[in-house]
Each structure stands twice: as C-alpha cells, then as structure tokens.
C-alpha cells in the first residue's frame, strides 16, 4: 500500500515535473501567435473603419473636448496618443466603442449626454482598457473565429462578415469578466490621470436611471447592470457616492 | 512495466479476452478522440462484462480500467480548458494552456504504446504488470 502511494506521488511529480518544463517555453512566440494576431488586427481595423458609413468629425468644440479629454488620460498613464485613432461621428445614441487597431469611435449623443469631461473621461478608459487589455480581438476570434478573421484580410469573406464584425463590436457588451476588467483598468487610468472616477459612476447611474428613455443608449443598455458597475468603480476608485 | 508469473497457467480463451480488455481503450480512441469520458466508459463496460470472469481476465480488465481512469482525470483538464478557450471570451491560448496539452498528449501517447504492447503480450500468455497499476490492481483485485 505504501509503495502505491509512493508510485502515485511519483506519477502526479512526474506529470507535474514535465507540464512546469513546457510552461517554461515561450510557445506564443514560437508560433509567433502574438505577431501575426497584430497584424491581423492592423488589417482588420483598416477594413473594419473604412466599411463604416458615417463621416468622422476631425474638428469642432465637441472633438477638441474630446482630444483633451483623452490627451489627459494618455499623458496620465504613459499611453502613446497617436496610436489611437480618435473618430467623433454625428448620431444621437449614446454610444462608444472600440475597434481593432485603436480605433475609437465616440458618438455625439454621448458628448451630449456628459455634463462634464470626467464623465467623458470615464468612458473613454473603459474603451482604452478594451484596447490595451486586447479586448477587441479576444472578442473577435472568440465569436466570428480566426480562420475566418484571416480570410476577411485576404478577401475570401464576404462583406457581410465586416458587417458582422462591426455589429458586434458597436452593439453587443463583452464577457462579463472582461467588461470588469475594462472597468477597473479604467479606474486605474483615471486615478493617474488624476481624473474624478466618482464622475464616471455617477454617469453610470445616471443613464442606468434614464434607461427607458427616448434616446437609445445602448452603451448602457448593452453592458452589464449600470448601477452595479458604479458601485465596484467607486469601491475600486475608493470613493463615496453622494 | 515487467513480465511476471501469474499464480496459474490461463487458457487461450481467458488470454483473449483479458487482451480484449486493453483493446477496447484503443478501440474508443477512434470513436471518441475529442470526448475523454468515452475510453473510459468502453472500458468500464467491458471490465463489468468480465466482473464475474476468472481471475486472470479480471486482473487485466482491472488494470486496463484504472490506467485509463487516470488518462481520464487529466484529458478531462485539457478538453473542459479547450473548450474554454474556444468559448470563452475571458480565456485565451496561453504557454501554460499549450504546454499542458503537449503535456497530456506525451502521456497519451505512452499509455497508447503501452497498452498494444500489453495488448500483444497478454495475448501472448505473458502476465505483464505496468509501473504502479500492476501493485495497485493487485490490491483491489482478489483472486
């Protein structure tokens, strides 16, 4: 009996022993899985934005609000500005969200609906935390797959597949998990930045309240329970609501 | 593994089917490769067939079942992590992921050869007894 359970020990070691030696190999970088994700993703938001049918806004006070807003958050965090591809587009839902390649599409009816630029601020961190936690193309390969991904760079897919591709990124949440994630992260930016994160959970709450109204808000009415998001960002951001 | 004697001298019929005890794990490899329950459960199916057989197929059969029992436990890991990775938006391919399926692949590849060897032996008349599940099938296998 002794033996066996001296033999089992040795089995799980050795199991253990072999899986800790191959975890110790860098295998996304010998598949080069990273490197040709990003090129993928380069591909695709090129294809992705230039399939969207509304002109961007490239100046105006809206915008310049906009590029301070996000300047700040930049600056605050070491995040290079120019890599994200900031488009302000003239559509009254509430609505922000992030493309591959950083672009970042902000509608007006959300500026609108900020009474201030930190609540601007608080949703512009969410959707940078989607892009730096690499969000975007999880949620891609995840519902449309890679293989067909790659055959949209290569021309193989149809254009109803872009079409698919931007549904999902402009009108459905992501994981619920990964929402979290992008929450916190964004707490995070706007605590460097030294931007007021009670700002963003009272902007949480306050569209979780006006939810039914006429205006779609469908930043809100896609992602997980507002009011509960508000609550972890002020707990996180170690605030007090009023 | 090593060859040992067995306590008596079996026959051709009690030979095959004990063999026939391994072969079925090999067999349920081709049906349910993706599935990690399926070797189990053929091989289970076949060890309670034969639970009221002779000592010698018993034996065999008990060996054959608890050596897939723990390929189980560990395919079982590997295809709940795979289709997370596949489903899940909050779980990615990662070294650790890749390593533990190069991990339980090398294994199944060994217990694969090991089991048409014993396979091929037990057909053979020769008692073989595998590294910790001969000791182990000894315990719970009385004659």
């Known amino acids: ?242 | 593994m090593k060859e040992q004697n067995f306590s008596y001298v079996p026959d051709e019929q009690e030979l095959e089917k004990a063999s026939n005890g391994y072969i079925m794990s090999l067999v349920a490899v081709v049906v349910g490769l993706p599935l990690p329950v399926i070797n189990l459960l053929a091989t289970f199916v076949f060890f309670l067939a034969n639970r009221r057989s002779t000592y010698f197929v018993r034996w065999h059969c008990t060996q054959a079942l608890l050596s897939q029992f723990s390929l189980f436990l560990v395919n079982t890991v590997g295809f709940w992590w795979t289709l997370s990775v596949l489903f899940r938006e909050d779980v990615e391919i990662s070294n650790p992921y890749i390593a533990y399926i190069a991990t339980v692949l090398c294994f199944n590849i060994g217990e694969l050869v090991l089991t048409i060897y014993t396979a091929i032996k037990t057909r053979k008349g020769e008692h073989i007894s595998w590294w910790f599940y001969g000791p182990l099938t000894n315990l719970i296998c009385k004659s």
Not at chain 1, 99 to 116: F, N, Q, R
Not at chain 1, 211 to 232: C, F, M, Q
């Open chain 1, 1 to 242: 009996m002794k033996k066996s359970l001296f033999q089992a020990l040795l089995l799980i070691l050795i199991f253990a022993g072999i899986f800790y030696g191959l975890s110790q190999v860098n295998w996304m970088k010998l598949f080069r899985v990273e490197k040709v994700t990003d090129a993928l993703e380069k591909q695709l938001g090129d294809m992705v934005w230039s399939d969207m049918d509304k002109k961007s806004i490239e100046s105006g006070p809206e915008y310049k609000k906009l590029d301070s807003v996000l300047n700040a958050i930049c600056k605050g965090n070491g995040l290079n500005r120019d890599e994200i591809k900031l488009h302000l587009m003239e559509d009254a839902e509430v609505n922000a969200f992030a493309l591959p390649d950083h672009h970042m599409v902000v509608y007006t009816g959300l500026i609108k609906e900020a009474k201030s630029n930190d609540e601007i601020a608080g949703v512009l961190a969410h959707e940078i935390a989607h892009m730096e936690l690499k969000h975007v193309m999880k949620k891609l390969v995840k519902q449309i797959g890679y293989s067909i991904l790659i055959s949209i760079t290569t021309g193989d897919a149809g254009g109803e597949v872009i079409k698919e591709v931007l549904g999902i990124l402009t009108s459905s949440a992501y994981d619920r998990s990964l929402e979290k994630d992008a929450d916190l992260k964004a707490v995070e930016y706007l605590k460097n930045a030294k931007l007021d994160v009670k700002a963003f959970a009272d902007f949480l709450y306050r569209l979780g309240e006006e939810n039914e109204g006429a205006v779609p808000l469908t930043w809100i009415s896609t992602h997980p329970d507002p009011k509960e998001r508000a609550k972890y960002i002020l707990k996180e951001g170690q605030v007090t609501r009023d």
